[in-house]
């Protein structure tokens, strides 16, 4: 369920999932099960203890941040299957395909993206799921939700608590640990596209420590139906004269996954551990823009933490410390241009345009194989002390460690001799993608809750960031938060947050399609909110939040202004003036009916041209019904509306079609006993809803067609 953050009647969670909108917090605790929140008012679920916000139990109504939390109960009543498409109904949040990389999804909050999304910070039971090549998610990240417990997104800066890439916004991944799992449960799903998902969950307890593990599979052949009529190899077509190119076909969606977890807590130890193999997923409108149906990308990704409390509750000071390592290895298999292809090579090896570059036949295609193995340790100590009247102190320091080593094998380039013939290992050369890299990070975070008088809270904080590549940064935050009366809660918030340059962003080489820059600076952004959170009676809730936010220094891979060049280069090139609102609805008549909505708009534009960003919707409406309309069968409908985005500054295409999306989702609890059944529709009426190309592939990306899914699951007694 989405729970929300209101002053006293915020936080809802809808019986069988309602879309809930506008809150104020992000939890990290174990919330109380679900058939408690269920039985809440409005007014009771604004009282529900949240952490994530200022990393301190905090009552909804009071936390310092505009935020949702959507719960397994919710995630289960929309018919959802992977963490985007959870994240796609919230307010404020636009899910699309990137025109930069691989058809990568990216996730644009209130107007702001860029083509690796590295503005957007995933947490992972609280630890940062961050590959440090590109900075943002690991690539072609698809997350399947039965290890959900809940999600904790935070719109807005959040750099004063989490440090850098927390810009936009936080998203907190909760797995389900041995108290949200009363029974073993197994579950399978099937539907369109040859799409196949089967799960198993179960918990136990062995001498004090409580054991939870969840295992999911899921595969899909992707929809054939997204298919494009002209991609770059057509154009090489027809000026080579050759016949390459697979066009008109089919974008490459494919994919394969296995997620596992495991948790192990006891009295003051709290252990996950984390593997997530994606492989031989498709590369969508390919690495250059080329229809590449051969190419693939795998990943394996490896992720252990360990929290210790040092000290009970009853204490005035509460400590805790924090040991967490990630490994993330990666694969890709480009065929940057296919077989039979002829391509304008240079003296170097690579694409050129200049009058001396000679055409090369690749019989094999334009092959490139980078690879990178990522290993990031963190550790964290945090010191809580409450010993004063009216104050919560927050004491934080860490230090982190992101190391970086790389591989490629390519028929191109830099170190191959012989252009078109066998692959050439240039691993450990200077003729590498990018060189192995590594960069320390110490923080130290101050934050003070100060409760001013029983209806006015105070909340002031600031970090410190020093990175040993890039330098280092201060980022603040206030926020005042009046409880103006029973109904009324309003909140006054204002947060700075950056965004240090990625390995590639800084170090790409020897590449035809991106190179970096070493010269780039760090990405900021100050954004302030109000927020209003009104109880109209016990049926209705709204919800209303202003912002208004300048970013600096954003980093985009643009065209290089010398025309001999091929491929784009990293530049701090966008400063962005952006500002809009959301307006948000609960209605909960009864304990059988729940219905939400949201309407979003915004207006980002250049600062140098004062030309709106491109790609991001002007405006969203999203409304979600949960009805149990006999008893154990639910129906829960969605509807999202995206309109008013524009094109690229220079982009002659006619201008981006709205679209409206349908989906449909209706569960039986026990059929049988023990096997709930559910039905859901995405997409319902098979809307030609299509996401922004760059302009390579002429034609915009389809989204995907109408989907039929059918989901069984049974628990053991």
Not at 303 to 310: E, K, S
Not at 652 to 660: E, F, G, M, Q, V
């Amino acid at each position: 369920m989405m729970y929300k953050c209101k002053h006293k009647l915020q936080y809802q969670l809808q019986q069988a999932g309602v879309f809930s909108l506008l809150v104020a917090g992000m939890c990290v605790q174990a919330a109380p099960p679900e058939t408690d929140f269920y039985s809440l008012s409005l007014a009771e679920l604004g009282q529900v203890q949240i952490a994530i916000a200022t990393g301190n139990n905090t009552s909804l109504e009071h936390a310092p941040a505009s935020a949702s939390v959507i719960s397994a109960a919710e995630i289960e009543s929309m018919g959802a299957r992977t963490l985007d498409e959870v994240i796609g109904s919230l307010a404020g949040f636009h899910v699309t395909p990137s025109a930069l990389s691989r058809m990568d999804i990216l996730y644009s909050v209130r107007g702001i993206h860029t083509g690796f999304n590295s503005q957007v910070l995933l947490l992972m039971n609280g630890v940062p799921v961050q590959f440090s090549l590109q900075g943002g998610r690991p690539t072609l990240f698809r997350f399947p939700v039965s290890s959900i417990d809940r999600i904790e997104v935070i719109r807005g800066p959040g750099s004063a608590v989490y440090g850098a890439d927390a810009y936009a916004a936080v998203i907190n991944v909760i797995t389900k640990t041995a108290s949200a799992l009363e029974k073993t449960t197994v579950g399978a799903r099937a539907g369109s596209f040859g799409g196949r998902d089967v799960w198993l969950q179960g918990a136990s307890e062995w001498q004090g420590w409580e054991i939870a593990l969840n295992m999911a599979y899921s595969e899909s052949a992707g929809d054939k139906g997204r298919r494009i009529n002209r991609d770059l190899q057509t154009s090489l077509d027809e000026l080579f004269g050759t016949q390459a190119s697979h066009a008109p076909g089919a974008l490459s969606t494919r994919y394969q996954l296995l997620d596992t977890h495991l948790s192990v807590t006891g009295q003051q130890l709290r252990i996950n551990l984390w593997n997530w193999q994606s492989q031989d997923a498709g590369l969508g409108a390919g690495g250059s823009q080329v229809l590449d149906p051969d190419g693939s990308n795998d990943g394996d990704l490896w992720m252990a933490d360990a929290t210790y409390d040092f000290d009970p509750e009853s204490s005035q000071w509460q400590n805790s410390l924090r040991l967490s390592h990630m490994a993330f290895a990666e694969t890709v298999n480009y065929h940057l241009l296919p077989a039979g292809s002829l391509a304008p090579i240079g003296s170097d090896g690579n694409l050129s345009l200049t009058p001396d570059a000679e055409l090369v036949y690749f019989a094999d295609g334009l092959i490139g194989q980078p690879g990178g193995r990522a290993h990031d340790s963190q550790m964290d100590f945090i010191s809580l002390f409450t010993g004063w009247q009216a104050h919560r102190l927050r004491l934080a320091v860490g230090m982190r460690e992101q190391r970086l080593t790389t591989s490629e094998r390519k028929n191109f380039g830099p170190g191959v001799s012989n252009p078109g013939g066998p692959l050439v290992d240039v691993s450990d050369t200077a003729f590498v993608y990018l060189p192995d890299s590594q960069r320390r990070i110490g923080y130290l975070s101050l934050q003070d809750e100060w409760q001013l008088s029983p209806e006015l809270q105070f909340t002031l904080g600031a970090r410190y960031d020093d990175y040993s590549d890039v330098g280092s940064r201060v980022n603040p935050r206030m926020a005042l938060v009046w409880s103006n009366n029973e109904k009324l809660t309003s909140k006054l918030l204002y947060g700075s947050a950056f965004r240090a340059p990625s390995f590639a962003e800084l170090r790409f080489q020897n590449n035809p399609v991106t190179l970096g820059n070493s010269q780039l600076k760090p990405e900021l952004i100050d954004t302030l909110e109000l927020s209003f959170n009104y109880l109209l009676n016990t049926q209705w809730q709204t919800t209303v939040t202003l912002f208004s936010y300048q970013a600096r220094d954003m980093i985009e891979f643009v065209t290089r202004p010398d025309e001999t060049l091929v491929g784009k280069q990293a530049n701090n090139v966008l400063d962005v003036d952006g500002d809009g609102f959301e307006w948000e609805v609960l209605w909960k008549p009864s304990s059988q009916l729940h219905m939400s909505g949201s309407y979003s708009t915004q207006r980002a534009q250049d600062v140098r041209t004062h030309h709106r960003v491109a790609d991001a919707p002007g405006e969203q409406i999203k409304i979600m019904l949960d009805w149990e309309f006999a008893p154990e069968w639910f129906l829960n409908q969605q509807l999202q509306w995206v309109s008013d985005r524009v094109r690229a500054l220079g982009d002659a295409r006619p201008a981006i079609a709205d679209y409206t999306l349908v989906g449909l989702s209706l569960r039986r609890h026990n059929l049988w006993r023990n096997v709930d059944v559910s039905l859901a529709a995405r997409n319902l009426f098979d809307e030609d809803a299509r996401a922004p190309s760059s302009g390579e592939i002429a034609e915009d990306y389809p989204l995907e067609g109408r989907s039929l899914w059918l989901q069984v699951n049974y628990q053991f007694d």
